[in-house]
């Protein structure tokens, strides 16, 4: 891993530190010296993930009535719905952050 800062952490690292983007999941963030941990990930995850996809399952529900068409399982999109949201913040967001952890951790 290069210690040069990759242009877009920059960018990632400034969204993760506004307090705003947390929005209820600010308990989740850590310190700017510690590591975003997979656990945090998958809590942020399904903590989104959860309610939203268990929303948009019971409106695919309901448009699969009306359409007389099968219903999706119930817990299906929330569970590919948090996935997607763990795979994104762990390949971006996190990624940058413990880059920056990192750093911070070597100059201090």
Do not use: K, Q
Request: charged content about 15%; aromatic content about 10%.
């Amino acid at each position: 891993m290069p210690s040069e800062v990759f242009p877009s952490d920059r960018d990632l690292t400034a969204f993760c530190d506004s307090d705003s983007n947390w929005g209820p999941l600010l308990f989740l963030r850590p310190a700017r010296t510690e590591r975003m941990t997979v656990l945090r990930t998958g809590a942020g995850a399904l903590l989104l993930g959860l309610p939203l996809g268990l929303f948009a399952s019971t409106v695919l529900l309901l448009v699969a009535r009306l359409l007389g068409r099968p219903a999706p399982a119930l817990l299906s999109f929330p569970l590919v719905l948090s996935f997607g949201y763990w795979l994104i913040a762990h390949i971006t967001l996190a990624r940058a952050w413990n880059r920056r952890a990192a750093r911070l951790a070597l100059s201090s």
